[in-house]
């Protein structure tokens, strides 16, 4: 994609690559994802004070974002999973911590649990990540790793509460 077709075009190119690489998380020299995921627990902190219709309202329009960024971010890099792009982990983080109170143990675990399964990337995540090779694949794989570790940290506070 050339920056001469684009509205905006250097301030649009550099919008998608701040907010798809969470404000330039994803440009860490070792383990990007990691990184980006970070991004996940100062948000994780502010949305657990929303009333859950704000957080649903807002972890939706946060998923949306992802797909947009992370499509037209590929485009950008001619890689639609480029390590750069990181939103995609702050959704899949979000959705593990989902409507869950703010603690540092909570952010912690979720945390260790997210970056679990986005690393191993159980089925469907798999499929998602091997065949869908755009923003709404490589953001998919990162919410189902979300939803498994959703899944692992409230049974970890339900057994260790």
């Known amino acids: ?10 301030g ?30 100062p948000v994780f902190y502010y949305l657990s004070c929303f ?6 309202l ?10 947009w960024a992370c499509d037209v ?7 639609a999973d480029d390590g750069r792009i990181v939103i995609d982990e702050l959704i899949g983080y979000l959705i593990t911590t989902a409507f869950l109170p703010f603690s540092w143990p909570v ?12 690393i191993i990337k159980p089925p469907p995540a798999s499929w998602f990540d091997r065949e869908m090779k755009n923003g709404l694949g490589v953001t998919l ?4 790793a979300g939803i498994y570790a959703a899944i692992a940290l409230r049974i970890c506070l339900a057994l260790f509460s």
Do not use: H
């Open 1 to 10: 994609m050339t920056e001469n077709n684009l509205p905006g075009q250097c």
């Open 107 to 118: 952010a912690i675990l979720g945390f260790i649990w997210f970056r679990i399964f986005d």
């Open 58 to 67: 807002t972890l939706t329009a946060i998923l949306f974002l992802s797909f």
């Open 141 to 144: 794989d990162d919410v189902m």
């Open 73 to 79: 971010a590929g485009k950008f890099y001619d890689e």
């Open 51 to 56: 009333s859950w219709p704000l957080q649903l």
């Open 12 to 41: 649009y190119r550099k919008l998608v690559l701040f907010l798809s690489s969470n404000a330039g998380l994803g440009y860490a020299p070792i383990a990007p994802g990691t990184f980006g995921t970070l991004a996940g627990i």
